[in-house]
């Protein structure tokens, strides 16, 4: 990975599923690159790259893949962000979903020592990211946009500026809606093609044929025809999203009756102790039983006895 001396430094701070992969393609575009994590192993890969605290990154542009707003403050007080500014950092960019208003608020702080904030939440799942393949929707002013942008570029294939600091966060959750409710669909339909006898395999591949192609059923059948959840994309993150998007509906009136019930079901999730496991465990929800979901109670934590097992075989 060779840097090119005409792009600005960039540093990743958390370095889970996405915010490695995208650190690894920041690289390989040629920005001299440096990470930061909480824990040294995920760090150590990176090799010299690594600085030992966050206080220590030295780049113009930073790139927060942490889960939130608030773990970015947590790392990031005032104190840091003054030491990031004094060492020449001019950007920062919100890779997480999180609501506009802690966006908003985040930009205020970072704007009194000289950083523009960005909010570019990333949209595609872990595979997206290795493959450097993400959708971005981008919050924030237009000469902050043109600098970031050929960074974003680096790990994303479609990057769309949504208008100032807090509207890629709007239109990330609004992205959400779509992918939480294409989620609960799938697994109601995999459930009743389950119980009419059908073929799974079979079934999806119908599916993948016709109007309900998509990338959630590409993503997320096989995990559920095998009810084996590995972790894509968590369900707790799930709902955090649902919940900041039936916040954000709450602030602006709208009804949004399918992802309140949506949210609902991510809560139970949550409840049954899978919270972990990838966001298509609602499987395990959706398709349970009514009267085993109520004799199992809010405490279980394993899988609802009435998803009796995957779709039959082709």
Not at 59 to 67: F, K
Not at 70 to 88: C, N, T
Not at 154 to 169: D, L, Q, Y
Not at 172 to 199: F, H, I, M, P
């Amino acid at each position: 990975m060779t840097t090119r001396p005409d792009r600005p430094a960039v540093a990743v701070v958390g370095l889970g599923p996405m915010g490695a992969p995208v650190a690894r393609h920041v690289a390989r575009a040629g920005f001299p690159l440096q990470v930061w994590n909480r824990t040294a192993a995920a760090s150590a890969p990176f090799g010299p790259r690594a600085a030992a605290a966050p206080a220590d990154l030295a780049a113009r542009v930073v790139l927060s893949a942490l889960p939130d707003v608030d773990q970015l403050d947590e790392i990031a007080p005032e104190s840091v962000v003054r030491r990031w500014a004094g060492r020449g950092t001019t950007h920062l960019a919100v890779l997480s979903t999180t609501s506009p208003a802690k966006i908003t608020a985040l930009a205020d702080r970072l704007g009194r020592c000289g950083i523009a904030v960005l909010d570019a939440p990333m949209s595609g799942g872990d595979a997206g990211a290795r493959a450097g393949t993400l959708s971005l929707m981008v919050g924030a002013a237009p000469e902050a946009y043109t600098y970031v942008e050929p960074v974003l570029r680096s790990f994303a294939t479609t990057v769309e500026h949504m208008g100032p600091p807090g509207t890629g966060s709007a239109a990330k959750l609004c992205n959400q809606v779509v992918v939480a409710g294409t989620l609960v669909a799938l697994a109601e339909a995999l459930d009743l093609g389950r119980r009419a006898g059908l073929s799974g395999t079979r079934l999806v591949r119908v599916l993948a044929g016709g109007l309900a192609a998509g990338a959630v059923l590409d993503a997320k059948a096989a995990k559920i025809l095998h009810r084996q959840y590995g972790l894509g994309g968590s369900a707790a993150n799930q709902l955090k999203d649902l919940r900041y998007v039936t916040g954000l509906a709450d602030s602006l009136g709208a009804p949004l009756p399918q992802s309140r019930r949506t949210r609902e079901l991510f809560e139970e999730v949550l409840r049954r102790g899978l919270g972990d496991a990838d966001h298509s465990a609602v499987y395990e929800i959706v398709s349970a039983d009514r009267e085993a979901a109520r004799d199992a109670g809010p405490s279980a934590t394993r899988p609802c006895p009435g998803a009796d097992g995957p779709l039959p075989p082709a």
